[in-house]
């Protein structure tokens, strides 16, 4: 009876495991997508924003005239 008991106990605490595993697993590539498309915003971001409205103003790179 008490080694039954404990079967049934360690199987409950083995599925409960493979649960988490396969969430973190969820959760891991949900990260991995969500940091990608991050890196990936910031840079459209540095290279179509920046360029053509910060630089010229915060580092004076209007063009000469005449030149």
Do not use: W
């Not at 409960?16 to 949900?30: N, P, S, V, Y």
């Not at 940091?35 to 540095?46: D, E, N, T």
């Not at 290279?47 to 103003?57: F, K, Q, T």
């Amino acid at each position: 009876m008490i080694s039954m008991t404990y079967d049934v106990e360690f199987n409950k605490n083995a599925d409960d495991e493979i649960i988490a595993q396969e969430r973190f697993k969820h959760l891991k590539g949900m990260l991995s997508y969500l940091c990608s498309g991050v890196i990936v915003f910031v840079m459209v971001i540095l290279i179509v924003i920046v360029p053509h409205s910060y630089l010229y103003v915060f580092l004076d790179l209007t063009p000469l005239p005449g030149v």
